[in-house]
């Protein structure tokens, strides 16, 4: 079955500027995650959807990053305006097969300068 | 909340020879113990995760051990190949909140020929 795909991979902006990733997660997994992964530590959870609905957020900056789940399929995590600090991966994981485990994507690596 | 700490953070061995990764965590509530491995540039793969209803669990070369008294799990690789170098998370949750894992900071494997 296909993975959790993610876009773009790469992207570098500066700062102050606005970038938005796309995930689409395993088909008929209800439950999605945003992840920020900064270099040299392990991920941390930014949000939570099951379906379309928000289930956790509590990690979010909301002043500066926003995130939707429209139609309870693919997500759009967005930044603005980006800071230097927000340099990592940010990584889609979705969950709710057998098992409940959790299947990452292979990330969107941001740059910000 | 959760708190999870893994040593070593860097890990050399020779090809052939057994790798053991250790985390320890805090909360008492946690019950889902996924080990997943990242290589460079790709997202965190599953390889194995226990549940706190089992102490030990293998999967070929790979078998983790579950101590909940302690609270403390341990990756253990055995018969190393150089295809296992990579970077190892252990991560922690909830039966109440399974997709909210708390990552440890990660281990450095490198495997020598």
């Known amino acids: 079955e296909a993975g959790v795909a993610q876009s773009p991979r790469y992207k570098i902006i500066e700062k102050r500027q606005s970038v938005a990733f796309w995930c689409n997660p395993i088909s008929g997994h209800a439950t999605l995650y945003w992840y920020q992964q900064i270099l040299g530590q392990g991920p941390k959870l930014l949000i939570q959807?099951?379906?379309?609905?928000?289930?956790?957020d509590s990690q979010l900056p909301k002043d500066r990053f926003s995130a939707e789940r429209l139609k309870g399929v693919d997500s759009t995590l967005k930044i603005q305006p980006a800071k230097l600090e927000d340099s990592a991966v940010y990584l889609c994981a979705s969950g709710g097969g057998s098992g409940n485990t959790i299947y990452f994507g292979e990330g969107s690596w941001l740059t910000v300068v | 909340g959760e708190n999870v700490e893994q040593h070593p953070s860097t890990l050399s061995v020779q090809e052939g020879d057994s790798a053991v990764i250790k985390c320890t965590y805090s909360d008492s509530a946690s019950n889902y113990f996924p080990w997943y491995k990242q290589e460079l540039g790709k997202g965190p793969q599953l390889i194995i995760d226990i549940r706190s209803n089992v102490g030990e669990k293998k999967d070929q070369r790979i078998a983790v051990t579950l101590n909940k008294t302690a609270k403390h799990f341990s990756l253990h690789i055995t018969e190393t190949q150089p295809e296992d170098s990579a970077v190892y998370f252990c991560a922690a949750s909830r039966r109440d909140s399974w997709g909210k894992l708390q990552f440890g900071a990660g281990t450095q494997v490198v495997v020598t020929p």
């Open positions: 959807f099951q379906n379309n609905g928000v289930v956790d």
